[in-house]
């Protein structure tokens, strides 16, 4: 096999990210070296990972790759082998666009702090290790690699240690990410000693058609173990203190890469290694923690002061339309949940650098502290407006053709499976859109629009290095929105297909003939119908209508005169001078968060903030899936 051969590319993307932190290691000290070995390393696992698409993607070639010498026992091979279909492609695909934007923007970003060759080396660590997960075909291998980017994340989180919370932050999530990676370990031990094999391929052909009782304990400990690296509920609190505290260009790393390690991992439990993805009951789990993790996020989304905070709540309730869409168990489904999956990537990682910049001139991301910053920063207030309106899902950016396919998903299973469970994850989803919308109309409001603060006034534009990170994401959010059919052709549609042929993935590996069925995976024909989004708007208007039913409005009491008691009531603002009626982020939707306020006090009690309660939510949360997968299985 050539040494140039795409066969080799796989290890190549893992070996030039750790290559490259144990050189900067070495030569760190040098600026120019540490920056040009930082930028080749994350190029050249962009590049190995590009020139796999047209292979694995559109050949449906899936590439096993052994490392060092292999012997048999018992018929299966031993030994650490990457397996790449298309599935840990796209994932791959993702994680290296990402890192690469990432490391762009740090070139400059980074530059007013210290330490920065430990800076690189842990960036590096960390997206090796997120590249190793998902290219691995063994499971203790992805056990190796997500210690090793846990603990990275974990230094990255508490890198600037004079920050408010840094140190907490990093020391709840090394609790509770070590809880999580543990129950990874005991449930590797478990399926070990039952199938006598680590690889993926081979474990799956032995336990997907015998779901016993200590299997299930092994699902369980797995599931438990990846979901709290994808972040969902209830580990959405670790989300948003790692984020509040790292720099923002690793909180691109762990909003757009660290959590799709964990999606990844969840979508290959479900639907390769134990293959259950066809039963209701997992069905079910998977679109109700998606949907909660929705909902509750962008909830408390709307609560936050902190920019960063706030996008890290966005973050999570974004992650969970990925794992309900892949949670119907569809090639329609599976497709947008990963078009989403892409997206997310791509616009929160724009966000983020959005804030990085905004604190990297301010030094303040309180919402409370800034305004008016649209007129000294132009080029950060207009990608950051992509970067909403991505996200909000309005047209024609990415977000919106992925959200379209998610509500098209989930209204197609209602009909098909008669389960008006899956109509309320449509609502659901349309509702939490509704809501993020509203979330950034604050920010923008509280940030780039209004009146500027005198501190403010010589703030300036940051480096050309920064704005061209931030355009790297932006220029992607608008085309993958106005050309979402060849997103489906070329990526999310082979990956879809892949994941609902598990048949293929293991014979390939076992050296078998392949089996491949075609599934539907896009149906993004009405994705500029109008007569479609009348429909969606009837949708929309039915989920703010729950809403407003639920909500409680207080009336407002009037006098005999027939005028208001309180004149802050009024329909129109009056008596202010002009200058000084300036409406700032906090007096945005305080309606709405005053009919709620029952569910913020509760929500607000909940999220203690103590590292004991986050630990304990592991554990019942570990228990409630054992005990409902002996119910449901």
Wanted: overall charge neutral; hydrophobic content about 55%.
């Amino acid at each position: 096999m050539s040494f140039l051969s795409y066969q080799h590319f796989p290890i190549y993307s893992v070996m030039a990210l750790f290559l490259g932190a144990f050189l900067i290691v070495l030569f760190g000290k040098s600026k120019f070296l540490r920056n040009l070995i930082a930028f080749l390393a994350t190029a050249i696992a962009l590049g190995c990972m590009i020139m796999l698409i047209k292979p694995v993607m559109l050949n449906r070639e899936i590439i096993c790759y052994w490392m060092g010498n292999r012997a048999m026992a018992g018929g299966y091979a031993i030994g650490i082998a990457m397996e790449v279909d298309q599935v840990s492609l796209f994932f791959g695909l993702l994680i290296s666009t990402a890192v690469f934007v990432a490391c762009v923007y740090s070139l400059q970003y980074m530059e007013h702090d210290d330490n920065k060759p430990q800076y690189y080396t842990l960036f590096l660590m960390l997206a090796g290790g997120v590249m190793g997960l998902v290219l691995s075909g063994d499971l203790f291998n992805m056990f190796i690699m997500v210690e090793i980017l846990t603990f990275a994340a974990v230094a990255l989180t508490a890198f600037r240690n004079k920050a408010f919370g840094a140190l907490e932050a990093a020391f709840k999530y090394l609790v509770v990410g070590c809880m999580g990676s543990t129950c990874i370990l005991a449930g590797t031990i478990m399926l070990y000693a039952q199938a006598h094999t680590l690889n993926f391929a081979q474990l799956s052909s032995i336990i997907s058609g015998d779901i016993n009782p200590s299997t299930l304990v092994a699902f369980a400990l797995l599931y438990i173990g990846f979901s709290t690296k994808a972040f969902i509920v209830p580990f959405h609190p670790l989300a948003a203190d790692a984020h509040g505290a790292a720099p923002a260009s690793i909180s691109v790393l762990i909003s757009g890469v660290l959590t799709k390690s964990g999606v990844y991992a969840i979508l290959r439990l479900t639907y390769f290694l134990f293959q259950t993805m066809q039963l209701g009951s997992i069905q079910f789990m998977l679109v109700f923690v998606g949907s909660v993790s929705m909902f509750v996020c962008v909830t408390m989304a709307l609560a936050q002061h902190d920019f960063k905070r706030l996008l890290a709540f966005h973050s999570i309730s974004q992650i969970g339309y990925v794992l309900t869409a892949i949670g119907l168990g569809t090639g329609l489904g599976l497709s947008a949940g990963l078009y989403h999956a892409m997206n997310h990537t791509m616009f929160k990682g724009l966000l983020f650098l959005a804030a990085g910049a905004v604190h990297f001139r301010t030094g303040t991301t309180d919402l409370r502290k800034l305004g008016g910053l649209g007129k000294k920063m132009p080029w950060t207030c207009a990608l950051f407006l992509v970067g909403a309106a991505s996200i909000s899902g309005i047209p024609p950016f990415n977000g919106f053709a992925s959200k379209w396919m998610i509500y098209q998903a989930t209204y197609q299973k209602a009909v098909e499976s008669g389960n008006i469970g899956f109509l309320l994850a449509t609502i659901v989803a349309l509702i939490t859109s509704v809501l993020t919308l509203a979330s950034f109309v604050k920010v923008t409001q509280s940030v780039f629009f209004g009146q500027i603060r005198p501190e403010h006034e010589d703030v300036k534009e940051v480096p050309a290095g920064m704005i061209i990170g931030m355009s790297l994401f932006a220029a992607i959010c608008v085309v993958t929105g106005l050309f979402p059919r060849l997103v489906t052709d070329f990526l999310t549609g082979p990956a879809a297909n892949a994941a609902l042929n598990p048949a293929n993935y293991i014979s390939s590996m076992l050296a078998g003939a392949p089996v491949y069925k075609t599934y539907e995976v896009f149906a993004g024909a009405g994705v500029w119908s109008p007569v479609n989004w009348l429909l969606l708007l009837m949708i929309a208007l039915l989920g703010v209508t729950i809403v407003a039913v639920l909500s409680k409005y207080d009336q407002v009491s009037e006098s005999k005169e027939g005028e208001l008691v309180d004149s802050k009531f009024a329909l129109f603002f009056g008596g202010e001078k002009t200058e000084y009626s300036q409406v700032g982020g906090e007096d945005l939707f305080w309606g709405f968060k005053q009919n709620w306020r029952h569910y913020f006090s509760f929500m607000h009690e909940l999220h203690s903030g103590v590292v004991n309660d986050y630990a304990l939510w592991a554990v019942v949360a570990l228990a409630l899936a054992i005990v409902f997968l002996q119910i449901a299985l």
